[in-house]
């Protein structure tokens, strides 16, 4: 059974910072582009960032480009995602996902593994 599971997630105030992590198991997902994808209340599901299968290669929102940093073991099968200068609008529930190719992609439906998600609160 394929599981991706982050932890990290919690209260903080703006200006803060966070680092969120994501295990998988049940599959090796060193060939696989992975990502963080957030969810605001009322809002759709948008792309934060995305890693290239060897972690050579990243990408960022616009939003959190500059404050956020993508990075992956694969020896462990691992992602993390550190958040500094966090603030209000970074509130949300974050996923970690794993994509069907080996390319950053900023496409949700090009992922087709995904945690449950962990919380992220920032208080202004």
């Known amino acids: 059974q394929v599981q991706l599971v982050e932890s990290g997630g ?5 200006g803060a910072s966070l680092r969120l992590s994501c295990a998988a198991s049940g599959r090796n ?3 696989n582009a992975m990502g963080w994808f957030r969810q605001a209340p009322g809002k759709e599901r948008e792309f934060v960032t995305a890693i290239n299968w060897r972690g050579s290669s990243a990408y960022y929102a ?3 480009n500059g404050r956020f940093t993508i990075s992956r073991d694969n020896a462990k099968n691992t992602l993390d995602l550190q958040m500094t200068n966090l603030k209000p609008e970074d509130t949300a529930v ?5 994509s069907r190719y080996s390319d950053v992609d ?3 439906y090009n992922y087709n593994y995904w945690g449950q998600g962990t919380q992220v609160t920032v208080s202004s």
């Open 10 to 14: 919690g209260l903080v105030q703006a």
């Open 106 to 108: 900023s496409r949700t």
């Open 94 to 98: 974050y996923y970690c996902a794993a």
């Open 62 to 64: 616009d939003s959190v």
């Open 29 to 31: 997902f060193s060939s």
